[in-house]
């Protein structure tokens, strides 16, 4: 696999994007899946192949890290190989990086502490990895959002049947998309992470009283890799770059 400008992991050409799902085959695990996208030149790889070496990584550098900073553990994470530009990856690392974040601030000493905490990772990679890439734009829904609402609703324990709970995972779905909205597209999967986390951090402050830290400024140094950055509509671009 490749990491580079483009998006394709095999052969680093830009996708294409179809309006109805199309079979294809994987050309990592050899599975046959209906599909959105494949490169120019028809290569396809899975969600779970594309993510797989990626959420280990997370997984790896979230149990390591002492940062109370969520976005300063994404953008850790973001400079290993296996995390590449776009990818669903990103939906199990949002949530991941405030989880960590979470309970370095504490906020798992009333929950267990790091048991708890182990568990909430290992459940946050589970509902993660089943949400699918592209969704962004497919379903009007990112990913790195709903991945904020997961954290929430981990950490709140919220279920279909519960009540405040239900609502907070719900309400940090919505104030991330919006968040996450405002730019307008196309997608990028770093710009939406730090859209997405900045948001929880401050619905997490105002809701649960747990003051994990951010940035005085966050930085993007992933321009390079992303053919379709936004540059200077990003709130985030490094324009010393």
Same mark, same amino acid.
């Given at each position: 696999?490749?990491?580079?400008?483009?998006?394709?992991?095999?052969?680093?050409?830009? #996708?294409?994007?179809? =309006?109805? /799902?199309?079979?294809? =085959?994987?050309?990592?695990?050899?599975?046959?899946?209906?599909?959105?996208?494949?490169? =120019?030149?028809?290569?396809?790889?899975?969600?779970?192949?594309?993510?797989?070496?990626?959420?280990?990584?997370?997984?790896?550098?979230?149990?390591?890290?002492?940062?109370?900073?969520?976005?300063?553990?994404?953008?850790?994470? $973001?400079?290993?190989?296996?995390?590449?530009?776009?990818?669903? +990856?990103?939906?199990? $690392?949002?949530? /991941?990086? #405030?989880?960590?974040?979470?309970?370095?601030?504490?906020?798992?000493?009333?929950?267990?502490?790091?048991?708890?905490?182990?568990? /909430? #990772?290992?459940? %946050? &990679? /589970?509902?993660?990895?089943?949400?699918?890439?592209?969704?962004?734009? $497919?379903?009007?829904?990112?990913?790195?959002?709903?991945? *904020?609402? %997961?954290?929430?609703?981990?950490? !709140?324990?919220? !279920?279909?049947? *519960?009540?405040?709970?239900?609502?907070?995972?719900?309400?940090? *779905?919505?104030?991330?998309?919006?968040?996450?909205? &405002?730019?307008?597209?196309?997608?990028?999967?770093? @710009?939406?992470?730090?859209?997405?986390?900045? +948001?929880?951090?401050?619905?997490?402050?105002?809701?649960? +009283?747990?003051?994990?830290? #951010?940035?005085?400024?966050?930085?993007?140094?992933?321009?390079?890799?992303?053919?379709?950055?936004?540059? &200077?509509?990003?709130?985030?671009?490094? *324009?010393? @770059?």
């Amino acid at each position: 696999m490749v990491r580079g400008e483009g998006a394709c992991l095999v052969c680093g050409k830009p #996708l294409i994007y179809y =309006e109805k /799902a199309v079979q294809m =085959e994987c050309v990592i695990c050899g599975g046959r899946f209906e599909s959105y996208a494949s490169c =120019e030149d028809g290569h396809y790889v899975c969600d779970e192949c594309h993510a797989e070496k990626g959420v280990q990584a997370v997984m790896e550098g979230c149990r390591k890290s002492c940062s109370k900073n969520p976005i300063e553990i994404m953008q850790n994470l $973001m400079m290993d190989p296996y995390i590449y530009m776009h990818g669903p +990856e990103h939906h199990v $690392m949002a949530g /991941a990086a #405030l989880l960590t974040a979470f309970y370095n601030c504490g906020g798992f000493d009333k929950r267990g502490g790091r048991s708890a905490f182990e568990e /909430a #990772l290992e459940e %946050m &990679k /589970a509902r993660g990895s089943e949400y699918p890439g592209g969704a962004c734009g $497919m379903w009007g829904c990112c990913g790195a959002a709903v991945s *904020t609402g %997961m954290f929430i609703s981990i950490v !709140t324990k919220a !279920t279909p049947l *519960t009540g405040k709970s239900w609502g907070l995972s719900n309400q940090m *779905t919505a104030r991330a998309l919006e968040a996450i909205a &405002k730019p307008g597209g196309p997608r990028c999967c770093k @710009r939406n992470c730090f859209l997405a986390v900045e +948001e929880a951090v401050k619905f997490v402050k105002d809701n649960l +009283e747990i003051a994990m830290e #951010l940035p005085e400024k966050i930085q993007c140094g992933f321009s390079p890799e992303n053919r379709e950055c936004l540059r &200077k509509r990003c709130p985030f671009y490094n *324009t010393g @770059r």
